[in-house]
């Protein structure tokens, strides 16, 4: 009896001291992942020529100078640049929580004449990289006389472009009992109701999901901004760092750092929040970010 | 009108968001742009029809296509891999039971989710610019004075690899997602019967796997031949220094928005398609020698 104690117990002081190294070097690959945040962050406190002469994360003095200088730096303010980020951001949100439920809707919930086939070159658009369409849609924007508003931005999430929040939806969709729209037709309701008063408010989960992550990748994006924005009055967020970045050159270190911690701090928010939503979101579906 | 008709007309009008999308920002580009790859075309006269001559002049008479070309393979062939092996990594030793996992997963996937922006892109600048943080760090050290690596050619890419790789929190949550479909008394089997921990690992955990693998290995691939922003902000939108960095998407914006060379960089455009599309077709051929369905 002694003897298989003893065993256990070694074996168990095994087990916690492997699991003491396993905590250590995860804690040590966590602290090489955030540093360069960090840094990021802590510099934005720093005066300039503390930023590359120390390499502690804890300024010296906590100075809020850098955000004042940075939050004025370019010929507009950043607050009308956040301004229009939010608006395209928001814009797409909605655009696209309108024009994919209601596409997701009709291909599982109804059947009309060439579903099927609506459906597969849907899944097509799916795979299809981005470069095929990116040059004409240019030109139709700029015969449309869009380049240089908002609406090449939004106008496409209306049309339900970004397939795979289609296919998100249909995913969930599926997952709702038949019976239910059965039973309103029982009582007279027609597709538009259902949609409304059965489909929608059950779905609360993928539409938030979806919204999400509308919000972070048009939050995000820079190439769609880069080719249509060309006044400073339009830029988003993303154009405006970027332009900082190439004026600046060289000198405010901290106002740009100040003003690269600004513009993820949203998204940052938003993983803070939706942290679940959004790694179910990914782990479910296998969505690229 | 009939019933049934109206019905049809109906349905229709909950996809007519899609259906004009799909015809006004999808099939009419497609076709367009198949057409205006045969022309030469600068958006002020009108395109001129001018048969297989920009494809002619890729294959032959284009150093920086070929330049292009080498720097997103080199890309690829090195960011995916690596980034695949530390997303398993981690997921592995996340996986079992660990206490505190949710703060590691979230501190793992934080990178993927900031890694695209233009805020990344320039603290990344100054971690390996000279005087940036990594020289600092490596001064402060080992009294080493590191070059820049972002301004010398035979360096600035592999910035860039580091910069995809450290977005490994994706993957590595869909891969902890896939571990969690093994079943655990396999383990358990294998324990018994005397497997060590390694070898359970490479019989059990990674063939079971290789679904998950093979997924992981797409995506990313795709979108590793799509990077842009990091390059554009990192070389100051030029694929600098003399063209080390000139990502093929990079290089596709030059030719298309900043040259107006609109005709080239629609078939510029459809190489970049078609390559991803022999890509991603040899993948899934691939697939059946390697990659193991439960049946």
Known sequence: MTDLSAHQNSSGLLFTSKRIVKYCLLTAASLIMLY??????????????????????????????????????????????????????????????????LAA??????????????????????????????????VLFLKLGWVNTILP????KFLAIDAFFVFLMVQFFRGLPKELDEAAIMDGCGPWRIYFKIILPLSMPVLATAA????????????????????????TVQLGLRSFVDSTAQSDWSALFAMSTLTVFPIFILFILFQRLLIEGIATTGMKR | MSRRFKRQLVSYSFLLPWLVGFAALTIGPIATSIYLSFTDYGLMAP?????????????????RFWTAMNVTFTFVVLSVPLKLIFALSIAVALNKGLRGLAVFRAIFYLPSLLGGTVAIAFLWRQIFAGDGLLNRGLEYAFGYDGPSWISNPSTALYTLVLLAIWQFGSSMIIF?????????????????????????????TLPLLTPVIFFNAVIQTIDAFKAFTSAFVISGGEGGPIDSTLFYTLYLFQEAFVNLHIGYASALAWVLVVIIAIFTALSFLSAKYWVHYDD
């Not at chain 1, 931005?153 to 496409?156: E, K, W």
């Not at chain 1, 999400?212 to 830029?235: E, G, K």
Request: charged share 15%; proline share 6%.
């Open chain 2, 47 to 63: 395109p001129e029809w001018i048969g297989l001559d920009n494809y002619v002049r890729i294959a032959s008479d284009d150093p």
């Open chain 2, 176 to 204: 902890l997602a896939g571990l969690r479909q093994i079943p655990l008394d396999m383990y358990e089997a294998a324990s018994i019967d005397g497997a060590s921990r390694a070898r359970q690992f490479f019989k059990i």
């Open chain 1, 212 to 235: 999400v992550f509308s919000f972070i990748w048009t939050w995000d994006d820079f190439f769609a901004p880069l080719i249509y924005l060309n006044d400073i009055q339009n830029y």
């Open chain 1, 105 to 138: 809707y009709a291909f599982t919930r109804l059947r009309f004449f060439g579903r099927d086939f609506w459906f597969a070159l849907m899944l097509g658009t799916l795979i299809m990289p981005q470069h095929a369409v990116l040059i004409p849609q240019y």
């Open chain 1, 153 to 156: 931005l939004v106008v496409p």
């Open chain 1, 36 to 101: 360069p945040l960090l840094w990021m962050i802590s510099s934005s406190f720093k005066p300039n020529d503390e930023i590359f002469t120390s390499v502690s994360l804890i300024p010296d003095t906590l100075s809020f100078d850098a955000y004042v200088r940075g939050w004025n730096g370019l010929s507009v303010s950043f607050s009308k640049l956040f301004f229009n980020s939010l608006m395209v951001s928001v814009l797409a949100v909605v655009g696209n929580l309108i024009s994919c439920s």
